[in-house]
């Protein structure tokens, strides 16, 4: 009986110290992928940023501009940004601005984004906060330092 619960207890011990690896791995890759994400939109090689994106993505665009709201799918997505570049004629970057986090299939990270309207301008911090399945991000929410002011910038 004693070998028996011994066996178990070595069983569990392997299966648990195998299961937070795997976790840890996981959760690293998370975070590379994040961080080549955001190398790929510094390096504005769209065709590289699409291919994180799961094909059903949900982005969730925050505040009361004309941009807020839930985005279903990639296409809606660059069609986003597209008139986020045109507004700004191209000034609009956002980039990494501290360490990509992760928790389990959850990834964060602080960024910096900056653009200018024509006498108006933007310059703040926020987070992104990126859901990943399956090597895909399907699923985004931002959050902005100073929501009134993006508000504010971007219009209805």
Do not use: C
């Amino acid at each position: 009986m004693n070998t028996l619960k011994n066996i178990m207890m070595a069983l569990l011990i392997t299966f648990s110290a195998n299961a937070t690896a795997a976790h840890h791995g996981h959760e690293n890759d998370n975070i590379k992928m994040i961080e080549a994400y955001f190398s790929s939109l510094a390096a504005g090689d769209m065709e590289t940023f699409a291919g994180f994106f799961a094909e059903n993505v949900v982005w969730h665009q925050p505040g009361k501009n004309k941009y807020s709201g839930a985005k279903n799918g990639f296409r809606v997505i660059g069609q986003m940004i597209g008139g986020m570049m045109q507004d700004t004629q191209g000034t609009f970057v956002v980039k990494q601005n501290g360490d990509v986090m992760a928790n389990g299939n959850l990834v964060s990270v602080e960024v910096a984004f900056s653009g200018k309207k024509g006498n108006t301008s933007i310059d703040m911090t926020g987070h992104d906060l990126f859901k990943i399945k399956d090597g895909k991000i399907v699923e985004v929410w931002l959050f902005s330092e100073d929501q009134k002011a993006e508000d504010a910038f971007w219009g209805k």
